[in-house]
Structures are given as C-alpha cells and as structure tokens.
C-alpha cells in the first residue's frame, strides 16, 4: 500500500500474514516494514519499522470486519534520505 498525504509517503510492505477462521470470526497476524518519507525541519528524512499487527476480525452479513487492531513496533529507525548506505 502507497499512501501521499502533504509531501509525505508511507509504504506498507505486508511480508507474512497468517489468518485462523472459526465460524464468524477469525484472528491474524501480519508482519509488515513500513517505510514513511517526509519532511522535518527542512530535510527529507525516511523512518522504517519493522511492525506487527495482531488482529480479530467478525464477520458480519457475509462480509469480514476488523473488530480489533494491536500494533507492536519491533524495530526501527530514521535517518536522512540521502545518508550513504552502511556497509
């Protein structure tokens, strides 16, 4: 997912998700690393995290709703766009 919002961009890379069904409702978990450019004082910056989402979902006249979302930040980090890479 790609998202522009005032000069800003946020990428979404959604690497493993896993879902169990029972009946009418259903929990999962999604791995994602996101990558956010924007603009801080001037510079453009990139901030990427390594996320994951743990969900419930209901199902609700044959279609699936989120009924809960809990994020947990296992890493991250934010530095100038234009820093050289490290070796």
């Known amino acids: 997912m790609n998202l522009t919002i005032n000069g800003s961009a946020v990428k979404l890379d959604d690497r493993q998700s896993t879902v169990n069904l029972d009946g009418d409702r259903a929990t999962g978990e999604s791995y994602t ?50 820093a050289p890479a490290l070796a």
């Open 33 to 82: 690393i996101a990558h956010h450019v924007f603009n801080e004082k001037g510079r453009r910056e990139i901030m990427v995290a390594w996320l994951l989402y743990l969900d419930t979902f209901t199902r609700i006249y044959q279609s699936w709703y989120f009924a809960e979302r809990n994020l947990s930040l296992d890493w991250s980090e934010t530095r100038p766009l234009d």
